[in-house]
């Protein structure tokens, strides 16, 4: 009884404390961007340039060596989302023939969790 009684009192506790719920699920990561056609080759997206569609954007995850590719949407979205790894990570984007305007790979870390990371790419 007298266990029970610490962790009824603990929990609020640990939520005042830290902001988090004794319980809170693990955070997860995102990776996203959009690959674009950068009309004027100046490296960012303008209103008038359209997003490319159907371009493979893929994700290596060196914690684990997994990788995974999807393909931009109509928009030229892409998404890695509900990430659970940590540590580096290596986003390319191809392509197709085109020439990149912006770099074709980029990098970053996932940290301890709940990064957002946002990464772009122009092609001609």
């Known amino acids: 009884m007298r266990g029970l009684l610490v962790v009824l009192v603990a929990a609020p ?19 996203s961007g959009v690959g674009f056609f950068d009309l004027n080759g100046d490296g960012q997206q303008q209103p008038d340039e359209p997003g490319a569609a159907g371009f493979t954007v893929s994700l290596r995850l060196t914690s684990d060596n997994t990788e995974i590719s999807v393909r931009t949407d109509e928009n030229g979205y892409y998404r890695f989302g509900d990430l659970t790894q940590k540590g580096k990570y290596s986003v390319q984007f191809d392509g197709g023939g085109h020439v990149h305007t912006t770099p074709w790979a980029v990098g970053g870390s996932l940290g301890s969790g709940g990064v957002d990371a946002i990464h772009n790419f122009g092609i001609q």
């Open 13 to 31: 506790l640990l939520v005042t404390a830290t902001g988090f719920p004794a319980y809170a699920e693990e955070r997860t990561s995102s990776v």
